[in-house]
C-alpha cells in the first residue's frame, strides 16, 4: 500500500491529474465542460450528416453506411425525397437510386430524390427512425415494402429493438410513447457514444471528397453500369433451384407462422400509429405488397387470409395500398430465393412500379399531366 510520502512523490509526475492550484482547477473543469458538450452536441445533432463530405468507394458497403449516406445526402440536397422502408426484399424491389429518381423526376417534370432505405432485416424501430431522420418538409412520400416478415414483432421485442440500433438515428419520441401506452416503460439512457462507434466502423467504406457545386456527392459512382444491378442489389444470377425455395418455404411455416399468428397485431398496431403519425404531417404513407414467388403460395394457404385482412386494416386506417404480388409478367426464374428479385425482375416491374409512386407523390399527376 502507498504512504502519504509516496503519493507526494507520485503526484508531482501529474500536476495536472491532482489540479494543484485553483487556477489549474478551473482550466480542468473548462476542459471537461467543453470536451462533455462537444460529446453530447454530437451525439443529439444528426453526426450522420458528416457523411456528406465524403463519397463510396467499397462496393461492399453495409446497408447501414448506404443508407446513412444517401439520407445525409438528400438532406442537404433540397429536393423533395420518397423514402423507400423495409427489409431485404424491398432492398432489392429497386433499381439504382439515381435511375429511378430520373425516371420518377421526368414523369413528375420536377426533381425527386428517391432513397431505397431498406436493410436486411429491418426492425420497426429503425424504420420509424430513418423515417424520422429526413426534415418533414423535404419527405414527399413514404413507402414501406411490406410482407410478412415485416409484422415479426411483438411490443416487447419492439421496445428491446431500442438499444439495438444499427444505424445512427435515434429513437422516435412518439414511438417510445406508443410503446409506453402498452404498459412497457422505455425510459432514456445517457448517450453511449454509439454515434461516435458507428462512425468509426463505417468510414471505411468512404473517402474524403471535395463536394460539388450542389453540395452533394455522388453515392452512385461505383455501382455497376447496370442500373439493374445497383449499389442497392445484392443478389444476383442464377437463382436458387425450386427445392432450395421449398425448403426455406416450409423452414418458415414450421418455425415462424404459429408466432406470426399470436403476435403479428402488435406489429400492426404500431404501424397504424406510424400511418397516423405521418398523416396528421400531411405524409401519405404507401404500403407495396412485395412480389413473390409461386412457392410463397404455401405460406399464403396458412397466414394469407390474416395477412390480407391486415392489409385491408391499413387501407381502413389512411394507407395507399399497391399489391405486387399477382404480377403476370414476373417468372420463377426472376427471383433469387422465394421473394428477393433479380436484375431480371427489376427490369420487368420497373415501370409498374414507376407509376404507381407518381399516382402516389402529391402533385405528380396534376404536374405530370395526367
Not at 470536451?35 to 458497403?61: A, C, G, H, K, M
Not at 444517401?70 to 424491389?93: D, F, Q, Y
Not at 471535395?210 to 456527392?217: A, D, F, N, P
Not at 396528421?280 to 385482412?309: C, H, T, W, Y
Amino acid at each position: 500500500m502507498l504512504d502519504s510520502d509516496q503519493l507526494a512523490k507520485f503526484g508531482e509526475g501529474a500536476p495536472w491529474l491532482w489540479v494543484s492550484s485553483i487556477r489549474r482547477g478551473v482550466i480542468f473543469i473548462f476542459i471537461f465542460l467543453l470536451v462533455f458538450t462537444s460529446l453530447f452536441f454530437f451525439e443529439y445533432q444528426n453526426p450522420w450528416r458528416i457523411l456528406t463530405q465524403y463519397e463510396v468507394v467499397d462496393e461492399d458497403i453495409t446497408d447501414w453506411a448506404r443508407v446513412t449516406h444517401s439520407i445525409a445526402n438528400a438532406h442537404n440536397s433540397g429536393k423533395p425525397s420518397v423514402l423507400l422502408l423495409g427489409g431485404s426484399t424491398a432492398r432489392e424491389l429497386t433499381s439504382d437510386n439515381q435511375a429511378l429518381s430520373m425516371a420518377i423526376s421526368s414523369e413528375c417534370k420536377e426533381d425527386y430524390s428517391i432513397i431505397n432505405a431498406s436493410t436486411t432485416s429491418q426492425t420497426l424501430t429503425e424504420a420509424w427512425s430513418i423515417a424520422e431522420a429526413l426534415p418533414e418538409s423535404s419527405v414527399s412520400l413514404i413507402a414501406v415494402g411490406f410482407n410478412y416478415y415485416r409484422l415479426h414483432a411483438d411490443y416487447h421485442s419492439i421496445h428491446d429493438s431500442f438499444n439495438f440500433r444499427r444505424l445512427p438515428f435515434e429513437v422516435p419520441k412518439r414511438l417510445e410513447q406508443f410503446i409506453e401506452t402498452k404498459g412497457i416503460k422505455s425510459g432514456t439512457p445517457m448517450p453511449d457514444l454509439r454515434n461516435i462507434a458507428w462512425l468509426k466502423n463505417n468510414l471505411k467504406f468512404f473517402s474524403k471528397s471535395v463536394l460539388s457545386e450542389s453540395g452533394i456527392s455522388n453515392i452512385s459512382m461505383i455501382a455497376n453500369t447496370d442500373p439493374y444491378q445497383g449499389l442497392n442489389n445484392r443478389y444476383v444470377s442464377p437463382a436458387k433451384s425450386h427445392a432450395i425455395k421449398k425448403k426455406i418455404v416450409n423452414r418458415y411455416i414450421n418455425e415462424r407462422a404459429a408466432l406470426y399468428q399470436e403476435f403479428s397485431d402488435q406489429a400492426l398496431s404500431v404501424w397504424i400509429e406510424f400511418v397516423e403519425t405521418y398523416s396528421r404531417k400531411g405524409i401519405p404513407v404507401l404500403f407495396l405488397v412485395l412480389p413473390q414467388s409461386d412457392e410463397m403460395e404455401d405460406v399464403d394457404a396458412v397466414i394469407g387470409e390474416q395477412f390480407n385482412q391486415q392489409i385491408e386494416i391499413l387501407r381502413e386506417k389512411g394507407a395507399r395500398i399497391a399489391d405486387l404480388r399477382h404480377g403476370k409478367r414476373l417468372l420463377n426464374s426472376d427471383f433469387y430465393d422465394q421473394q428477393h428479385l433479380l436484375a431480371s425482375g427489376r427490369r420487368k416491374i420497373e415501370q409498374d412500379l414507376i407509376q404507381i409512386f407518381v399516382r402516389s407523390i402529391p402533385g405528380c399527376m396534376l404536374e405530370s399531366g395526367d
